[in-house]
């Protein structure tokens, strides 16, 4: 699968196409097939996304899931600080990062 | 220390008003992104991993206590309650957003601090010796010249678009502190025939293609250094590559042209640069250097340590080095804590680190290379309420250059040209070595870790040296041995084929055994390696 993920431009955060808006959530993630360029063309010029890139992916029983660790730590935040990546009371979110 | 002046300050608030607009106009969709970046990387405004990272310049780095704690109210404030100490003596925000950065520069800007040429091809944070003013060893404090070269280089219009970033350190002692050779223009104040004049090393770098900057003048005069400086960096500028930005340091042009040639090129454009005036008349250097002249200490102040606390006496012992005045000390901050990570800060201990400079410290605080803070003015007889301090906050780690002590870039938990993850590899090293006896039975063993080529976390330097590469999508650590940032300078050499996380702290300590089996008395790790070389503990390792 493929995904779309970017940057929001006043916070920063990460964030990933849904299919018909962007989320903070990679569960939230859509597979933008061939898609990808067209859409963000069009996200990025009305600025709901900044510097967005197609990564690659693939489907499992979590959700998406980028085939990248870059992309995986991006997601969930870094992993030397469990308490501020975006699941902080789930011990085994790093397990799905590495 | 420095105080800005009304130029100073009239430029700092113009910048700030400028970006100001400038984010204005990119939340309005007046600028695109493309537009912008340059902008904002020009007022050091990244782009990371995970949001937004200001970087923070901390000239030479120095600092009072006024400018701590804002440093400690942006991260309480705009970041998420902490900042990160940089290998360039700089500090970092991980979780800016971008519409509180004009706040946040008006906020420096208050302190006479900034973020101008924090990146960008330009001239960057000027860097110096941490103990300047305070070492035992120096010749001269070196940071009215490091505070003369950032007046000539903020904005200066030749420099501003440099083939490539360019970085200058200043010293003044035979000790280098400030890895002062792997600069690409490293400068030592030294004496000669009861005069003081500079020695101009050019050409060092670290990265992808690290290199140990040659001599290229043994004494430059001191009134000729800014036009010296004016005349290594406009050979560079006519001739270094544009076309390549991995050929584009200086460090390139001077291996492509030869030293020789690149030193008759600096010669003869220094003939010229000279007859332009740039040097200060020696009034406007005497305003710089006066500012870092300090209130006399006390000379007959108590030279005697109480050491009846065992855990003070091991932190004084490691932590505490000598100052050039009777009766006082210098004073190393460990941001090394066991299992935490190198060079972060929080919020509340960097404005306890404030309050003990405006107490013990004459006001003064200093961000050193190594990710580690200073106190450079401690009376000897106030340490022992400095280190129930700085214990209470999880900073009196006593392990200053020893093992633990590891310099180590954000890596790819942070950052976005990363390959791999640094910190939890500093982190399982620390843990592997916990044991404070073991640590200083190794002695004096520098441990650098950089998540990616760009070397950030001075990998070529270390005794040890670590290299996180991306193999096939899988983070790989290579390894190196028998490198120096120090006046030993050295590069360290790759031992052989890489290792994943748990198989980099297993090879360490197969190559601190080796060490340990191997050492003659007073050797330290890198005095071992280079008598024995690299078969042994090549041997150790691989089998």
Known sequence: MKLLTGNDLKTGFVTWWTGADWSLHIEDAADVGEAGEAILAVEEAARRVNAPYIIAGEQTADGPRPAHIKDRIRALGPTVRPDLTLKPADPAAGDWVI | ?543
Not at chain 2, 41 to 54: P, V
Not at chain 2, 317 to 342: C, E, F, R, T, Y
Not at chain 2, 346 to 366: F, P, T, V
Not at chain 2, 469 to 483: C, F, I, S, W
């Open chain 2, 1 to 543: 220390m420095y105080k800005y002046d009304e130029y100073d300050q009239q430029m700092v608030d113009a910048r700030v008003a400028e970006f100001a607009d400038q984010v204005k106009r990119r939340l309005a969709g007046e600028i695109t992104e493309d537009q912008f970046k340059p902008l904002r990387l020009m007022n050091g405004l990244y782009l990371q991993l995970h949001a937004y990272m200001l970087r923070v310049a901390v000239p030479y780095g120095t600092l009072d206590s006024r400018q701590m704690r804002m440093l400690a109210h942006i991260a309480r404030k705009y970041d998420r309650d902490y900042g990160h100490f940089t290998t360039r003596q700089n500090i970092q925000y991980n979780w800016i957003k971008l519409e509180d950065a004009p706040a946040i520069l008006a906020d420096l800007a208050s302190v006479e601090m900034h973020a101008i040429q924090t990146s960008g091809n330009c001239i960057r944070n000027i860097s110096s010796d941490q103990w300047a003013g305070a070492a035992a060893d120096e010749l001269t404090d070196p940071r009215p010249w490091a505070e003369l070269l950032r007046q000539w280089s903020s904005f200066h219009p030749e420099f501003s678009y440099l083939p490539r970033k360019f970085k200058i350190a200043v010293i003044a002692a035979e000790e280098d502190r400030a890895a002062m050779r792997l600069h690409d223009i490293g400068i030592q104040i030294v004496e000669k025939d009861g005069g003081h004049g500079a020695a101009f090393y050019v050409g060092g770098g670290m990265g992808r293609t690290p290199m140990i900057a040659p001599l290229i003048k043994d004494f430059v005069p001191l009134d000729d250094l800014l036009s010296y400086t004016e005349a290594c960096l406009r050979v560079y500028n006519r001739y270094g590559r544009r076309d390549n930005i991995y050929k584009a340091r200086i460090k390139i042009l001077i291996h492509e042209l030869g030293v020789d040639e690149y030193r008759r090129q600096v010669e003869d454009e220094f003939a010229h640069v000279k007859s332009l005036g740039i040097d200060p008349p020696k009034a406007e250097f005497d305003r710089i250097a006066a500012q870092f002249a300090m209130q006399p200490l006390d000379a007959s102040a108590p030279d005697v340590i109480d050491r009846t606390d065992p855990d003070f006496a091991v932190w004084v012992d490691q932590n505490v080095a000598a100052h050039k005045v009777s009766g006082h000390a210098i004073v190393n901050i460990s941001l090394k804590p066991l299992g935490g990570i190198p060079g972060d800060a929080s919020s509340a201990q960097i404005d306890l680190m404030a309050d003990l400079a405006e107490r013990y410290s004459h006001d003064e605080l200093r961000v050193t290379h190594a990710q580690n803070i200073v106190l450079p003015h401690v009376r000897k007889a106030d340490l022992f309420p400095i280190w129930q301090a700085l214990d209470a906050a999880d900073l009196a780690t006593p392990n200053l250059d020893l093992i633990s002590d590891i310099i180590a870039c954000p890596g790819l938990d942070y950052c976005s040209l990363a390959n791999a993850r640094s910190i939890p590899v500093a982190q399982k090293i620390a843990q592997r070595f916990a044991d404070p006896l073991r640590q200083r039975d190794l002695g004096e063993l520098k441990l650098k870790i950089s998540g990616c080529i760009n070397a950030c976390g001075h990998h070529h330097a270390g005794h040890i040296g670590i290299l996180g590469v991306d193999r096939k999508g899988t983070e790989n650590y290579q390894l190196l041995l028998g490198g120096s940032g120090a006046e030993d300078v050295s590069l360290g050499t790759i031992t052989g084929p890489g290792f994943d996380e748990d198989g980099i702290v297993d090879a360490i300590e197969r190559v601190t055994d080796k060490y340990l089996s191997e050492r003659t008395d007073g050797e330290r790790f890198v005095d071992t390696y280079r008598r024995v070389g690299m078969a042994p503990f090549k041997e150790a390792i691989y089998g």
